[in-house]
């Protein structure tokens, strides 16, 4: 049975809470139910199914963001936060 398709905010509204040097920060909630991307006061709420092992939630993260932005993932650059639900991520656009 295939996953329901996650709606996400637009993508202009997601660059709009990035900083002007391009660095979006992400709040994260791994092992959750169901995969979204909401926008929070100042920070991108992101849930991911992923566990948080060996950096695959992390993956998982930049994978659903770059689906969200129309963008390939090589695109992003986690610059802070690996091992904490506080990210900080570089729009590489």
């Known amino acids: 049975m295939a996953r329901p398709r996650t709606d996400f905010p637009s993508p202009a509204a997601i660059r709009a ?15 959750a139910r169901v995969e979204s991307v909401e926008l929070g006061q100042g920070v991108l709420l992101i849930k991911v199914r992923t566990k948080p092992e060996d950096g695959k939630a992390n993956q998982a993260v930049l994978g659903l963001l770059a689906e969200a ?13 690996a091992t904490g639900r506080d990210k900080l991520v570089q729009l590489e656009c």
């Not at 809470?17 to 092992?31: M, N, Q």
């Open 17 to 31: 809470l990035a900083d002007s040097e391009g660095r979006l920060a992400l709040r994260v909630t791994p092992g």
């Open 69 to 81: 932005l129309g963008i390939a993932t090589s695109r992003l650059r986690m610059l802070r936060g």
